[in-house]
């Protein structure tokens, strides 16, 4: 069977709008990653007394993952931290894969958990939002909570300062 012209500018186009739709997508995870990475990177460094020792830019991101919630006091549980990890599960998929099936799964699966992690009126708002604007606001969530984590470190270390007077 011979392709029409018709039916190949309708194929092409199609292919053109996905590829623009997985462009945009893989753009806002990356760029989405890096931010949380450093708003990780910034609370686990508050976290520890020595985080020089731990070389943490020679770290992958699982392992600084599972650091800081063992470092998140009583934030440990946070329903933010399935979308924390989602956004990694998606990161890894669009920067290794092209297959696109796989890519939705991931994206379905952030969609489910961030959603489940929202208040009411914010979850409402967010079910409206496309893949690209969701993983953006997703990612800049999850980096909000590394800072606020970082933040309630910072203060602890300063209690800790306070009263600590080692050896």
């Not at 969701?134 to 470190?153: I, K, M, R, T, Y």
Request: aromatic content about 8%; hydrophobic content about 40%; glycine content about 6%.
């Amino acid at each position: 069977m011979k392709l029409t012209e018709a039916e190949i500018k309708e194929r092409v186009a199609a292919a053109q709008e996905r590829r623009k739709k997985l462009v945009d997508l893989r753009l806002a995870v990356l760029e989405g990653h890096l931010i949380m990475e450093e708003a990780l990177n910034g609370f686990l460094e508050t976290s520890m007394f020595n985080p020089g020792e731990v070389k943490l830019d020679r770290t992958n991101f699982h392992v600084k993952g599972s650091f800081a919630v063992s470092l998140a006091a009583s934030r440990g549980k946070d329903e933010l931290w399935a979308a924390f990890w989602a956004i990694n599960q998606l990161r890894n998929k669009v920067a290794h894969n092209i297959d696109s099936e796989e890519i939705d799964e991931k994206m379905e699966y952030l969609r489910k958990v961030y959603i489940a992690a929202l208040e009411p009126k914010p979850a409402e708002y967010a079910k409206t939002l496309g893949d690209k604007d969701l993983a953006d606001q997703a990612c800049g969530v999850c980096a909000g909570f590394l800072g606020q984590l970082a933040s309630e470190a910072k203060t602890r270390r300063s209690i800790i300062d306070q009263y600590w007077k080692g050896p």
